[in-house]
């Protein structure tokens, strides 16, 4: 796969913490500084959204519903993006995609994260 998301941990209780962590193929991306990479997820019976995004210049982006609680870093010498999610609430329970591009660009295979009280 071009982009692989990786997850230490799916399951964690509400007001925990949790870091996913995607890789992007080297060969794919051999200008990975160039692309915008981010996050987004798709709650059940809902459209896909944006978490977080982080351009080439190193701009940041956040939905509304994580800002303040959620990071996203990289790491263009590591081909890397990381999402840290403190403060996790059962609403943020949802299937987590890594993004490179932007919504026309590359996605991982999805992650499910659950949050439960």
């Known amino acids: 796969a071009e982009v692989a998301a990786g997850v230490w941990g799916g399951l964690v209780q509400a007001g925990g913490s949790l870091r996913l962590s995607c890789a992007a193929s080297?060969?794919?991306?051999?200008?990975?500084?160039?692309?915008?990479v981010g996050w987004y997820r798709q709650r059940s019976g809902e459209q896909r959204e944006l978490v977080a995004s982080?351009?080439?210049?190193?701009?940041?982006k956040y939905g509304d519903s994580v800002k303040g609680r959620f990071s996203i870093s990289r790491d263009n010498a590591e081909n890397l993006v990381h999402l840290q999610m403190d403060s996790l609430k059962p609403e943020d329970t949802a299937v987590y995609y890594c993004?490179?591009?932007?919504?026309?660009?590359?996605w991982g295979q999805g992650t499910l994260v659950t949050v439960f009280q």
């Open positions: 993004n490179a591009g932007g919504l026309l660009g590359y």
């Open positions: 080297r060969s794919t991306f051999r200008n990975y500084e160039n692309y915008e």
């Open positions: 982080v351009g080439n210049t190193g701009v940041k």
